[in-house]
């Protein structure tokens, strides 16, 4: 009797605990991890293939090459560890530019894609159908993932499935709201579809309209912020042909030099990204 007294007051204490400041943080179910976010933006730059790891190996060898190629030219440990810091995170600076691209791209493809779906629903398609129709009829960049899964039904039958492994596909906002429109008449039904269909594709080319304008009128802005910063490390890597003007960065005021300008830098180079960011669809529907 004792033992199971002593057993269970140690149970309330080990529950106790934990659930104080010790207790184990719970993950925001709402907010996608480290591993689907980087998922994510490699779908959506297009880069088949490759997974979250994958990048962060590229990374790492891309920070190792810098620091090693600017060790070799200016002598210098502490102006290398710097160009090692840009190389490690030039491949996702490469991967976001390849994302925003292609965002835009299908930004002006999607209507296209939407009316000939449109289109397949009016002359009396079924919605798998449909769909698998864009595989031959919608836009090139489309094409492919709309191909498997035309494949996938044919092989499964099985339209929730097929549309969920689509949206992963596409890993794009409006490729959600689409393949849930289509879950959504499959399962209720209903003859106002083709209407949906035609209003989304408008205000699809609306938005792509009003921001391409917003993007060129701030593409200046933005090209002569990223010229301002990277004009002193390309000065600072010139004068990698004169050791003894690079020899005092291997001090200790010539390394806070350093790290200072590259805060100053990375802290100016991210105001000027949020100031100037437009706002972008979340995959509300993933």
Request: hydrophobic letters at 50%; a positive charge; aromatic letters at 6%.
């Amino acid at each position: 009797m004792g033992a199971l007294l002593g057993l269970i007051a140690g149970l309330g204490l080990l529950l106790i605990w934990r659930s104080g400041p010790r207790a184990p943080a719970r993950r925001n179910p709402g907010v996608p991890g480290w591993t689907v976010r980087r998922r994510d933006m490699l779908r959506q730059a297009g880069v088949d293939g490759v997974g979250p790891g994958q990048l962060l190996a590229a990374q790492v060898l891309s920070g190792v090459v810098a620091l090693v190629i600017v060790v070799v030219i200016t002598k210098t440990i502490t102006v290398a560890a710097c160009f090692g810091v840009f190389g490690f995170f030039l491949p996702l600076v490469i991967v976001r530019r390849m994302r925003r691209r292609r965002q835009g791209t299908l930004r002006e493809l999607w209507p296209e894609a939407i009316d000939n779906l449109a289109s397949a629903v009016r002359a009396g398609m079924s919605l798998p159908e449909g769909l698998s129709a864009l595989a031959v009829r919608g836009p090139v960049e489309l094409r492919a993932p709309f191909g498997r899964f035309a494949a996938a039904y044919r092989a499964t039958g099985r339209f929730g499935d097929c549309l969920d492994a689509l949206k992963d596909d596409l890993a794009d906002p409006v490729g959600d709201r689409v393949c849930e429109t289509m879950r959504v008449a499959r399962e209720v039904g209903g003859s106002d579809l083709g209407t949906v269909l035609r209003t989304l594709s408008e205000l699809l080319r609306a938005d792509a309209r009003t921001r391409s304008e917003l993007e060129t009128r701030q593409g200046w802005v933005i090209n002569a912020a990223r010229l301002a910063v990277g004009a002193p490390w390309a000065v600072l890597l010139l004068l990698g042909t004169q050791s003894e003007t690079l020899r005092a960065y291997d001090s200790a005021g010539g390394t806070l030099l350093l790290g200072i300008g590259a805060v100053v830098c990375v802290l100016a180079y991210r105001i000027m990204l949020h100031i100037g960011r437009l706002p972008e669809e979340q995959r509300v529907l993933r």
